[in-house]
C-alpha cells in the first residue's frame, strides 16, 4: 500500500545508498537567474557540461524590472546576472524563455502554462517555491545551487527520502475564501515549521473542487510551513489543464501517459507518518500580522493576546491582542509565483471593477507571466486597473523579494498576495500583511485593511 | 569541500527562532555570479543600520563573542533556498551551527558548503545559551566520527544524526557531484530502462 509520494519516488530512485541518500533521478529542472551561475561556473571548472539539456528550460524573473523591459536593464549586477544566464544557456543549448519575449515569466508559472509541469515527474529548480509545480501529482521541491549543479552534471540528486504528512480538509468554502486563504490558514495552524523535515500530500473534497490554478497557490506556500513539498493527486482537472499545452505529450504518446497518470493517487490504506483535518467551512479570508507567515489571523480577527514573539510584533509595529481590520496601509502587491496567474487577476478586478485606487496607496499589479499579461489584456481586466487607476506591469517576481526596483519602503505597510512577510523582504524595514488577490483588492480601494466580503 | 572530524571552539549566540534565509543574505546582495565575499553581508540588516554603521547590539559586533560555532533558535535557515546564506555562514568563519530544528533546504546547503548543521534538543542549546551568558569563551566540542556534542565546562554531551553517507564526506572532504559523476553510466543505464 503506497502513497502519492511512494509511487512516484520509487519509480525515480537509480540506486539507494546503505544508511545513505537514495539517488533520486530528475525528469525536469527549471533555472534561473539568481540560483544558476555558480552552478555553471562548477561545470565550467570541472570541465563538463550539461547532461541533458533537453530536459532543462530558463527564465530569467527574479532581477527583472517590470517597466520597460524593451529597453537594457538599468541596474548593473541585475543585467549582468541576466545576461549570464544568456549565455550559459547559449553555451549549452538549454531554451531560454529571454525577457521580453513570448514565454517569459516567473518560472513557476511558466512551467505548468507551457505543459513543462507533467504529473509523476520529479522537477527541482533552485527556488523554494517549486513545491507549486505539486499542484499536478509530481514531486517538486527547491534545491540549493551546488545541487543546480549536480542536476546539470547528472540528472540526478543525492536525497534522503522524506517523512510524509497528509493534510485533508473535506467541505466547501465560503464567499471570497480562496486558495490563499486555505493556505494561510493551514500555516497558521501548524506554524512556521509544523512541515519541516516532510512532504505533505494535500487531500480531500476541498482540493478536489480546486482550479489548478488554486491547486498551485497551495502547494506553492508548502515550503512556508517548512515542508519540501506539497503534491495533489492528479484529476480529470489536472489532465484537461495539461492537454494540449505547448510542451505536453501529443496523439497517441498522450493517451500512453494519461494511463500512467491514472495511476497516481494514494492507496486507501497506505499511512502517513503525521496527519491533519480541517474543515473548509472554518476558513475565513486571512492575513498576516507579524514576521513569518504562519502568524496570521482571520481578516476580522483579533493578534492574539500572548503573542510571544514581541520581536516580530516591533518590527511591524502592532500590538498583542489588536485588531487589524480598518488600520490604513500604503502598499498593494498583487503578482508572484503564489498569485501572480489569470484567476488571481480576475479576482482582484472583480473587486475593483467600477471603483477607484485610494489615494494613500500604491500599488505593483505584475503578471506571472507574458501568457497572464495577454491573456489579461485580452479579457479587458487591463483596462478595469487602468481606469481605477492602476498600471498594470509586465511580468516578473517583482515586489514579492524586491529584487529589482519594485520596492516598499522602510516603516511602509503593504497588503501582498505574495509568500513571505520575513523582514525586509519587500524591502529594508518594509512591513508586508500576506493575504489573498480579493484582500489585496480591497485594500487598494479602501485605502486600509479591509474584509473582501463587504465588497464581493 | 573543507574536512572536518574534531571542532573545538568557544560559540556566537543568536537566541532567536526562525532566522530565514533573508536574514542570513538579504536579496538585494544575490545578484554577483560568484561565490566568494557573502561573509561581509552575513546577517547585513540585523548587523548595520541603514547609514551601515554597526549596530551594536547584535551579536556579530560585540566584542565579547567570537568562533567557530553558531548557536541558533529552532527553524533555522526557513524560507528561500538560496545557496548564498550557507556561503554566507562558511565565508564568514563559521565551521557549525548549532539549533534544535533546521529548515530542509537550508541543512542539505549547509552539508554541500562544508558547514556542519547540529541538531540537538531544545534543553541542550538552551543551558548552552545560558552557559554563553554565564562566561562568553564558553567552548563547545563538535566529535563527527563520534556524532557528540559537548559543552566542555560543565561536561554535558549529547549525540546528533547525520547519515553515514555525509559523515564520510564531512571527514574525506568529498562533494556529492564526485559520487554522481562516479555512476554515469548506472544512471544512463536507469534512463534506458525507464523509457
Known sequence: MKTLFDKIWEKHVVESITNGPDVLYIDRQLIHEVTSPQAFAGLRKRGISVFRPQQVTATPDHNTPTLNQHLPIKEEASRKAVEALRENCAANNIMLFDLNTEYNGVVHIVGPELGLTQPGMTIVCGDSHTATHGAFGSIAFGIGTSEVEMALATQCLLQSKPKQMRITIDGNLGKGVTAKDVILYIIAQLTANGGTGYFVEYAGSAFRSMTMEERMTMCNMSIEMGARGGLIAPDETTFAYVKNRKFAPQGEEWSKKLLEWKLLFTDSNASFDKEYSFKAEDVKPFITYGTNPGMGIAIDGNIPVNEPNVKALEYMNFAAGEKLLGKPVDYVFIGSCTNGRIEDFRAAASIIKGRKKAENIFAYIVPGSKSVEKQAREEGLIEIFESAGFVFRQPGCSACLAMNEDKVPAGKYCVSTSNRNFEGRQGVGARTLLASPLTAAAAAVTGKITDPRELI | ?195
Open chain 2, 1 to 195: 569541500m573543507q574536512k572536518l572530524t574534531i571542532l573545538t571552539s568557544p560559540c556566537v549566540p543568536l537566541n532567536v527562532e526562525s532566522v530565514d534565509t533573508d536574514q542570513i543574505i538579504p536579496a538585494r546582495f544575490l545578484k554577483t555570479t560568484n561565490r566568494e565575499g557573502f561573509g561581509k553581508n552575513l546577517f547585513r540588516d540585523w548587523r548595520y543600520d541603514s547609514e551601515d554603521q554597526p549596530k551594536s547590539d547584535f551579536v556579530l559586533n560585540s566584542a565579547k563573542y567570537s568562533g567557530q560555532i553558531l548557536v541558533a533558535g529552532k527553524n533555522f535557515g526557513c524560507g528561500s533556498s538560496r545557496e548564498h546564506a550557507a556561503w554566507a555562514i562558511a565565508d564568514y568563519g563559521f565551521r557549525a551551527v548549532i539549533s534544535p530544528l533546521f529548515a530542509d533546504i537550508f541543512k542539505g546547503n549547509a552539508l554541500n558548503n562544508g558547514v556542519l548543521p547540529i541538531q540537538v534538543s531544545e534543553n541542550f542549546v538552551q543551558t548552552l545559551f545560558a552557559e554563553i551568558e554565564k562566561n562568553p569563551k564558553t567552548e563547545v566540542t563538535i566529535d563527527l566520527p563520534a556524532q557528540k556534542i559537548t559543552i566542555n565546562s560543565i561536561n554535558l554531551s549529547e549525540y546528533f544524526d547525520i547519515n553515514d553517507y555525509k559523515k564520510t564526506c564531512f571527514i574525506n572532504g568529498y562533494d556529492d557531484i564526485d559520487y554522481l559523476l562516479s555512476i554515469k553510466e548506472k544512471i544512463e543505464h536507469y534512463e534506458v530502462q525507464k523509457s
